[in-house]
């Protein structure tokens, strides 16, 4: 139950929607209410689906984001709002979910059954993290509950469906108490043997309440005055479910409108029924929202982003240089305390099998300093290296001969262009056919 003592400190103030499966309806319930949140109901047993809803996770030093072994749930949700932008709660910008941290922090879009391999038939996109803009005005000592936003924009465009956000026209039916709302998130249940953090993902109807009524039932609730429900925010409530650590920064959606009204924010702790959630006030910042997201977005951009200026195209890269031909001789250039090493090596045909390597003495080893399998044409090949004084071994293998019926096929080794071997090849060169070069003065 909400507890008496004063709004708690981040973990606990700033909550997530809980909910609690189980319980049975009263007589006259809807059906989507049968089951309790403290009374909520799993997205996969009705036919609502949000492939929008983003479920944050930081990646364990690893970047594989497929690996659910690798990840962990950071215990916040949000809403895909564009294709680049995920807009959740400014409390959820902590810790290992920032841009520097040691984890990578990741978002689940479209996440509906995490700890299933098919996301319980639900198509997901796993997305990384390219910038992060909080509200300027937020208050990272949280001495004030306003302006909890973030826009959090993802590493590339994202193909799943985004959700529409209020603008500021439909919040004049939210006048009257009873709007019906509805809060999403992998939160706490209060149920035995089922933990925050699982799916399927949740979903609770909860009644708008004015502001005014909402904080004079916070304060009748705690012991504190310092509680003030300011145009920044919203809320909602219901008799029988009550939000709770595990969704910050998740959507109050409105199924009519189809719109992200609010964002999960705050509350009393202990989550207790009855008692008003607090959520941020969408339509209230809808302006910073817009702005932040229209300036900063390629292409790609939302309906909302008309009228601003097209972005600029990415910098054109510059023209990649040809990369060096390894086949080809006289391109390179050796210092005074090296030797030019070279190989010249012709073929009749493409012979994919013939390899051949040079191999340098260093201590007791020998590791290949050069090394080339395949030939790509039927004409004289090259490879150039420079080398220091010491011991080398050269070695071609080939299953097939160098050379057909002509007996064409040959190779020879120089070193400052003075031949040190050369082979022609009539039979078919087994493995192992090499030389050592040895000491080379």
């Known amino acids: 139950m909400f507890s008496i003592a004063p709004l708690i400190p981040l973990t606990l103030l700033y909550y997530m929607i809980t909910r609690v499966e189980g319980g049975k309806s009263t007589k006259g319930d809807n059906n989507e209410d049968k089951n309790f949140i403290i009374g909520g109901r799993p997205v996969t047993k009705g036919k609502q689906r949000y492939p929008w809803f983003a479920r944050a996770e930081v990646n364990r030093g690893s970047t594989n984001r497929k690996r659910i072994d690798e990840r962990k749930w950071f215990g916040c949700g949000g809403s895909l709002v564009s ?40 198509k997901s996109e796993w997305k990384g993290v390219r910038n992060i803009f909080t509200h300027p005005e937020w208050d990272l000592n949280m001495q004030s509950r306003d302006h909890d936003f973030a826009l959090v924009r993802l590493s590339e465009p994202s193909i799943m469906e985004y959700v529409d956000i209020d603008n500021g026209g439909i919040s004049p039916k939210y006048s009257e108490k009873g709007v019906k709302l509805w809060v999403l998130g992998f939160g706490e249940t209060k149920v035995h043997g089922v933990q925050r953090g699982q799916g399927p993902l949740k979903q609770a109807r909860m009644n708008y309440l004015t502001n005014t009524d909402c904080e004079e039932q916070l304060l009748r609730r705690s012991n504190t005055d310092d509680i003030k429900i300011t145009d920044d925010m919203m809320c909602a409530v219901d008799k029988r479910k009550s939000p709770c650590e595990g969704d910050s920064g998740g959507p109050l959606y409105d199924r009519q409108s189809k719109k992200v009204v609010g964002i999960v924010s705050w509350g009393l702790s202990s989550c207790p029924i009855g008692t008003p959630a607090v959520y941020s006030r969408v339509a209230s910042e809808y302006a910073w929202i817009k702005d932040t997201i229209c300036t900063n977005h390629g292409n790609n951009r939302p309906a909302f982003c008309d009228g601003y200026p097209t972005p600029p195209p990415p910098p054109t890269p510059p023209p990649l240089s040809s990369p060096p031909n390894p086949f080809e001789c006289g391109v390179h250039v050796c210092d005074n305390d090296h030797m030019m090493f070279t190989l010249e090596i012709e073929a009749d045909e493409e012979r994919d099998d013939i390899k051949y390597f040079l191999k340098e003495k260093i201590g007791d080893e020998w590791p290949e300093i050069l090394s080339v399998e ?38 020879k080794l120089l070193i400052d262009g003075n031949i040190v071997k050369e082979r022609s090849f009539k039979e078919k060169q087994k493995q192992g056919h090499g030389f050592e070069i040895g000491a080379i003065p």
């Open 374 to 411: 395949g030939l790509p044409k039927s004409t004289p090949q090259c490879s150039e290296l420079c080398i220091d004084k010491g011991k080398y071994r050269f070695a071609i293998n080939s299953e097939h001969e160098l050379c057909c019926g002509s007996g064409g096929g040959n190779y």
């Open 83 to 122: 294709p680049e932008y995920v807009l959740t709660a400014a409390h959820c910008i902590k810790g290992k979910f920032t841009i520097g941290s040691n984890s990578e922090p990741v978002y689940q879009i479209g996440s509906l059954c995490p700890t299933e391999t098919d996301n319980c038939e639900q």
